[in-house]
């Protein structure tokens, strides 16, 4: 094992489609035939070797293992249930002559085809990515084939760039995990942890021998409150103590997005693993909690910028909140993201200032060069970053006084809502409210967006053609127009921030509705926004 030092500066994620969605567009191609197997792999390796260049170029260092190899196909998940070949016997076909998942076995598990169904989708904890759910059975084989792995090191390598893997860690996986259907009532995927960290460990074995020196073991399942916590920590502490015994592996990072790790941040400290990462913005921890990382002799990750959402930081406040840290002043403490940034959109340059309130938004490439700035600030002190902090000041200070930031209307609509207005008005009121919607008598809705006709395919096509105008676009799909998709993404999140209530949109292809207090201080029952097309889903 090497002893090569955590870098100072670091990501846990990144978004992986391309910054013109260039992934999407050759795995469609692909699907339709219209694209070898090889073109595809080749889009995947130029969207990787624009991730190395975009991050680099924002500050992270190619050769100190602080870009981890983010990439997928599809889904981190199923990333695993093929990293294992983790097929139910129900989809066993989909495996290719060797008893593995090749890149078209794994589609379709994702997509189905038309003899096999998909894999379950469900929501990745409380974000709006949605994972696909591995069938484990108490006698699915586990089965190494670290294809995807090689393919994603080997572009890093002529490219010239030191990844780390990051993998789905182990207790993750098994907690997410449903039983395979014909299972025993009392069987769950994690009765097996013991089976999957002897092959995680092989995993790790196999990285080391391919020179790897530092892996990432995502763990988000730990944040999560059960019922059985102090169980979940026992299995915590057994799982890494059991991988950091390896005598050949890569140094281990685990990081813990989304919330708090509460027990199993101990279990996890005397285990031996050498890096953890914490989400300091949705996690929660005391200054005693924080001081136990130092005292373990583990390296903290300190994750201040949040991956979530597409706000500016606050970069001032957040070199104070890591300058407190245990072990910051000793070089114990790394910046990174608080989740990966898949979560949002690739780069706020793309975007028109004329249009958009770009002093407030950092997209993910905004994100990496506050996470350099940062490091830099932490190692140097603040006086020699406080150029980019005074900027950054100014820039939120903007963005504050900007006037597309304030609606009176709504803030006046807001301010007159009382506690009586949230009491559910009578059925007689809620039909008269939605009367000029034309509703069926059993309204149906989605929580995104309807499947376009083929009519709307075709108007859209000869837009991008130049053969109609957008203002005769519009007129087919009746909607306003829209600018780029992030654009409206981002917008999207603004109206429902600067609201100050609960809503929900439910997008269709003409209107989004937004829920909200009824009528009777002022606030319609429903208020129509620009909807944002499906193709804005930020994977």
Same mark, same amino acid.
């Given at each position: 094992?090497?002893?090569?030092?955590?870098?100072?500066?670091?990501?846990?994620?990144?978004?992986?489609?391309?910054?013109?969605?260039?992934?999407?567009?050759?795995?469609?191609?692909?699907?339709?035939?219209?694209?070898?197997?090889?073109?595809?792999?080749?889009?995947?390796?130029?969207?990787?070797?624009?991730?190395?260049?975009?991050?680099?170029?924002?500050?992270?260092?190619?050769?100190?293992?602080?870009?981890?190899?983010?990439?997928?196909?599809?889904?981190?998940?199923?990333?695993? /249930?093929?990293?294992?070949?983790? #097929?139910? =016997?129900? $989809? !066993? &076909?989909?495996?290719?002559?060797?008893?593995? %998942? *090749?890149? +078209?076995?794994?589609?379709?598990?994702?997509?189905?085809?038309?003899?096999?169904?998909?894999?379950?989708?469900?929501?990745?904890?409380?974000?709006?990515?949605?994972?696909?759910?591995?069938?484990?059975?108490?006698?699915?084989?586990?089965?190494?084939?670290?294809?995807?792995?090689?393919?994603?090191?080997?572009?890093?390598?002529?490219?010239?760039?030191?990844?780390?893997?990051?993998?789905?860690?182990?207790?993750?996986?098994?907690?997410?995990?449903?039983?395979?259907?014909?299972?025993?009532?009392?069987?769950?995927?994690?009765?097996?942890?013991?089976?999957? /960290?002897?092959?995680?460990?092989? #995993?790790? =074995?196999? $990285? !080391? &021998?391919?020179?790897?020196?530092?892996?990432? %073991? *995502?763990? +988000?399942?730990?944040?999560?409150?059960?019922?059985?916590?102090?169980?979940?920590?026992?299995?915590?502490?057994?799982?890494?103590?059991?991988?950091?015994?390896?005598?050949?592996?890569?140094?281990?990072?685990?990081?813990?997005?989304?919330?708090?790790?509460?027990?199993?941040?101990?279990?996890?400290?005397?285990?031996?693993?050498?890096?953890?990462?914490?989400?300091?913005?949705?996690?929660?921890?005391?200054?005693?909690?924080?001081?136990?990382?130092?005292?373990?002799?583990?390296?903290?990750?300190?994750?201040?910028?949040?991956?979530?959402?597409?706000?500016?930081?606050?970069?001032?406040?957040?070199?104070?909140?890591?300058? !407190?840290?245990?072990?910051?002043?000793?070089?114990?403490?790394?910046?990174?993201?608080?989740?990966?940034?898949?979560?949002?959109?690739?780069?706020?340059?793309?975007?028109?200032?004329?249009?958009?309130?770009?002093?407030?938004?950092?997209?993910?490439?905004?994100?990496?060069?506050?996470?350099?700035?940062?490091?830099?600030?932490?190692?140097?002190?603040?006086?020699?970053?406080?150029?980019?902090?005074?900027?950054?000041?100014?820039?939120?200070?903007?963005?504050?006084?900007?006037?597309?930031?304030?609606?009176?209307?709504?803030?006046?609509?807001?301010?007159?809502?009382?506690?009586?207005?949230?009491?559910?008005?009578?059925?007689?009121?809620?039909?008269?409210?939605?009367?000029?919607?034309?509703?069926?008598?059993?309204?149906?809705?989605?929580?995104?967006?309807?499947?376009?006709?083929?009519?709307?395919?075709?108007?859209?096509?000869?837009?991008?053609?130049?053969?109609?105008?957008?203002?005769?676009?519009?007129?087919?799909?009746?909607?306003?127009?829209?600018?780029?998709?992030?654009?409206?993404?981002?917008?999207?999140?603004?109206?429902?921030?600067?609201?100050?209530?609960?809503?929900?949109?439910?997008?269709?292809?003409?209107?989004?509705?937004?829920?909200?207090?009824?009528?009777?201080?002022?606030?319609?029952?429903?208020?129509?926004?620009?909807?944002?097309?499906?193709?804005?889903?930020?994977?």
């Amino acid at each position: 094992m090497s002893n090569t030092a955590f870098p100072a500066a670091t990501i846990v994620g990144y978004p992986r489609v391309g910054r013109f969605r260039e992934l999407k567009k050759a795995q469609e191609a692909f699907w339709k035939g219209k694209v070898t197997l090889q073109e595809l792999q080749d889009t995947a390796a130029d969207v990787q070797r624009t991730y190395f260049e975009r991050v680099t170029a924002a500050g992270l260092k190619a050769d100190d293992y602080s870009i981890p190899a983010t990439f997928s196909y599809y889904d981190q998940v199923l990333d695993v /249930v093929r990293l294992f070949t983790l #097929v139910p =016997e129900r $989809l !066993a &076909e989909a495996k290719d002559a060797h008893g593995l %998942l *090749d890149l +078209p076995g794994y589609f379709a598990l994702a997509r189905g085809t038309e003899t096999l169904p998909p894999l379950e989708m469900t929501k990745w904890f409380d974000t709006n990515y949605h994972y696909l759910v591995p069938e484990i059975g108490a006698g699915t084989e586990i089965k190494l084939n670290l294809e995807a792995i090689d393919e994603q090191l080997e572009v890093a390598k002529q490219a010239g760039v030191k990844v780390r893997p990051q993998i789905v860690g182990p207790l993750t996986l098994l907690l997410g995990a449903k039983a395979e259907q014909g299972s025993a009532e009392d069987f769950a995927p994690i009765d097996r942890l013991d089976e999957f /960290v002897a092959a995680y460990a092989q #995993v790790l =074995e196999q $990285l !080391a &021998e391919r020179g790897v020196e530092w892996v990432q %073991l *995502d763990e +988000p399942g730990l944040t999560v409150d059960r019922a059985d916590n102090a169980k979940v920590a026992e299995l915590a502490e057994r799982t890494y103590r059991a991988l950091a015994a390896g005598e050949k592996r890569p140094q281990i990072l685990v990081t813990s997005p989304y919330g708090s790790l509460r027990e199993n941040l101990p279990a996890l400290l005397g285990t031996g693993i050498e890096a953890l990462h914490l989400d300091l913005v949705h996690g929660v921890y005391s200054k005693a909690e924080l001081e136990s990382v130092s005292a373990a002799g583990v390296h903290l990750v300190a994750g201040v910028v949040n991956g979530r959402n597409v706000w500016r930081a606050d970069v001032r406040a957040a070199l104070k909140t890591l300058e !407190a840290l245990p072990g910051a002043s000793k070089g114990a403490v790394s910046v990174a993201s608080s989740t990966s940034l898949q979560h949002v959109p690739h780069d706020l340059a793309l975007e028109d200032p004329a249009e958009v309130p770009v002093d407030g938004l950092a997209f993910a490439d905004q994100k990496v060069a506050e996470i350099a700035l940062l490091a830099r600030g932490l190692a140097e002190g603040e006086a020699a970053v406080e150029p980019e902090l005074k900027a950054a000041d100014e820039a939120l200070a903007r963005f504050a006084a900007d006037p597309r930031k304030h609606n009176d209307e709504i803030r006046a609509r807001a301010a007159a809502v009382t506690p009586e207005d949230f009491d559910r008005p009578t059925i007689d009121v809620r039909r008269a409210a939605q009367a000029d919607l034309n509703l069926p008598k059993l309204p149906t809705t989605t929580i995104g967006s309807f499947p376009q006709t083929a009519e709307i395919r075709r108007h859209r096509a000869e837009a991008r053609a130049g053969k109609i105008s957008a203002e005769e676009l519009n007129g087919v799909t009746r909607l306003p127009r829209l600018s780029r998709c992030r654009r409206s993404w981002a917008w999207t999140c603004w109206f429902t921030v600067r609201l100050s209530v609960t809503t929900w949109f439910s997008t269709s292809l003409r209107t989004s509705t937004v829920s909200q207090p009824p009528a009777t201080a002022g606030f319609s029952p429903t208020v129509r926004v620009a909807p944002a097309p499906r193709s804005c889903l930020v994977t």
